[in-house]
């Protein structure tokens, strides 16, 4: 369904309700969505066209997506932490006829619109920006009420490969009337016990697939979204007593924060009407969930999934602590476990963790990296290797594509060394995650230099600096370390876990 329906039945009711206190109705929400989509109507965009935003955690972002959820679009949210280049790889990419974005960027988005001269549809909001026109003024003149050839659209996500470049997860449009219920995501809602009279809070940024999609389906069957500008851990426990919080949604690093304010601000607040604390993103150490539990009680939800969507798993507080480390049975398509083979293990098996049964998808212009994740029984992977008990609970113990994840954000290392190799006086380079006990991960570096007297401080700050003039500075080493050889085989396969042990030695790492 679509965030337009409950303006029929319940128009007064808070549909979204920002962290800063800008409250939108669902009737307020509607009528601001129709004025984007009548002028995106009027631009010639229509059902199957692509936008883009690159837009913080603002009303704004909402008013754009449920335009596109409501005229048959594909929307592409973009990290706002990107670079230019970055950026405009994106637009041109999903092959976005219009770009909206956020004025708190603008030297950023400027830059990157530079690059692509034929990109004339462009709007700004909560200020302006050079060439952009504000979205206020265009909307202006435009009717509230609902265009007649509603359809329901579909966001276009992006999630860096392991090549280096980011890859766009287009699924299909839904073919479905726009009032109509989605089956899987009623599931959900059946599961996490979600409701008209639910409040969900949403404190991570909004371009993640996880927040997106959830605020989207909760608005969606009428219930209220709470969304935080930016997450604060105090802040977020006195929007859950102040708003009278029923659901939330959070990344282990958002876990760990919370841990470590002082008990006396733990107390403060009542949480009484929390009862669902989803997770995922990121494995949660097992220490930080067991004080997460302890504090707030049995009501942590864990899921395990992908963008791709082709499989899922989830487990409760009292699944999980019969079964520690798991991340939950399958919820949507059924997990296998493979070997290299492609033979199907058993119990306890250890081998590449596939689906079979999920919804499909594509990775927008790439043909080949969609055929490559699935296996010769048609089953697909987001890379990960585990194996499951004999109760079909699925445990992750490594990440095939060599993933960071620093704080719930997804870091492909190979784009880090295709910058880092570019440096005149690098020979070889490795990078990969290392312990952090904030982020759970941060980007590590090992360098083989040309010439062995450049080591020293001034060369990885130099190293560090060539990186952020190229990339988002989550991707960025934190630190540098250099080797006179690095273990590449003759067949060009560089071993990273030779470099990596000894930084895990006796830590908890999410690959052992």
Known sequence: MHPALPALTRPDHPAIIMGSGKKLTFAELDRRSNRVCHLLRAQGLRRGDTIALLVGNHLEFFDICCAAMRMGLFYTPIATGLTASEIAYILKDCGAGVFFADHAYEETVSASAAMLPDLKLKYSVRGPIADFEPLDEAVRGY???RISDEALGQNLLYSSGTTGKPKGIRLPLPER????????????????????????????????????????????????????????????????????????????????????????????????????????????????????????????????????????????SEEWLEHQGSVGRSKVGQVHIFDENGNELGARETGFVYFSGGPSFEYLNRQADTAAVANAKGARTYGDVGHVDEDGY????????????????????????????????VADAA??????????????????????????????????????????????PRSIDFDRK?????????????????YWTGKQSRLV
């Open 394 to 425: 699925l445990y992750l113990t490594d990440r095939a594509s060599n993933l960071i994840i620093s704080g719930g954000v997804n870091i492909y290392p190979q784009e880090t060394e295709n910058i880092l190799l570019t440096h005149p006086r």
């Open 177 to 316: 009337a726009i009032d109509a219920q989605d089956d899987s995501a009623a599931l959900y809602y059946k599961e996490f016990g979600l409701t008209a009279d639910s409040v969900y809070l949403s404190p991570a940024p909004l371009y993640h697939a996880a927040p997106l999609r959830f605020a989207i389906g909760i608005l969606s069957i009428g219930a209220t979204v709470v969304a935080m500008e930016k997450f604060d851990p105090e802040k977020a426990l006195s929007l859950i007593e102040q708003h009278n919080v029923t659901h939330s949604q959070w990344v282990p690093t958002m876990f760990i924060k919370l841990l470590g304010l002082p008990a006396e601000i733990r107390a403060k607040y009542r949480l009484d009407t929390h009862r669902v604390a989803i997770h995922g993103a990121a494995p949660c150490p097992v220490d930080t969930k067991l004080a997460m539990i302890d504090w707030w009680g049995p009501i942590l939800y864990e899921y395990y999934g992908g963008t791709e969507g082709i499989g899922s798993c989830t487990i409760t």
């Open 486 to 502: 690095l273990p590449r085989e003759d067949n060009g396969k560089l071993y990273k876990r030779l470099l990596r042990e000894k």
């Open 143 to 145: 009717p509230e009420s």
């Open 431 to 476: 990078v990969f995650g290392v312990p952090n006990p904030e982020f759970g991960e941060e980007v590590k570096a090992v360098i083989q230099p040309l010439d062995w007297d450049d080591v020293g401080d001034a060369f990885v700050d130099e190293l560090i600096e060539h990186c952020r003039k190229s990339l988002a500075a989550v991707k960025c």
